[in-house]
């Protein structure tokens, strides 16, 4: 059994890595992956270490590419960790963590719900850094809302990606599933949340 588990770990780890470097290809903004692979993530490894570390370390190792690499010209020197990090990577965690409570059993609704409140989570907890401590948004209940009204645009990307990639990860690992046995889940070697 365990050699079934580490299989299911080990796919569900490519998947997420080949979804987030896929933030190299050009896209709308804000077009990205990166909530779809903290649901999934969530939803599917067993182990809550696991459901967290992997999708980030994957955001991170995206990071490093995309600052190092494709956005190289715009910073000065290598890139270990994109400044406001934890607001990003800790909007995913809530993310994580809203699949641990509503993906305990996954079915097409229920992805559906909580990629929207992925979504939503994403845009509160970003616009909410972009506004505390700025220069260009007053420190008032009045400039957070002008920051968050600036933020309206690019919601719909990370709508349309979330959508986008939650269907792609969780349909193909299901068809996956469906194709090869030793991929579903056993109730009796999954650890309990």
């Known amino acids: 059994m365990q050699s079934k588990i580490a299989l299911q770990y080990f796919v569900l780890t490519a998947m997420i890595l080949l979804a987030a470097t896929s933030r190299v290809i050009p896209h709308m903004h804000n077009f990205s992956p990166l909530g779809a692979i903290a649901l999934f993530g969530s939803a599917h490894f067993g182990r809550r270490w696991m459901a967290l570390g992997v999708p980030i370390a994957a ?54 719900v909580v990629t929207g409140l992925g979504s939503l989570i994403f845009f509160v907890v970003s616009n909410l850094g972009c506004w505390v401590g700025s ?43 469906n194709r090869w046995a030793i991929l579903k889940p056993v109730a009796a070697t999954i650890p309990q949340r």
């Open 59 to 112: 955001t991170w190792l995206s990071d490093l590419l995309l600052n190092n690499v494709v956005y190289a010209r715009f910073y000065p020197e290598f890139t270990w960790i994109s400044p406001g990090f934890y607001w990003t990577y800790g909007s995913y965690m809530l993310i994580a963590m809203s699949g641990w409570l509503l993906l305990r059993k996954v079915s097409v609704g229920r992805v559906l």
């Open 135 to 177: 220069t260009m948004y007053p420190q008032t209940v009045g400039g957070l809302m002008t920051c968050y009204a600036a933020g309206i645009p690019f919601l719909l990307g990370t709508v349309l990606g979330d959508f986008f990639y939650s269907a792609l990860l969780f349909g193909v690992y299901h068809a996956m599933q």
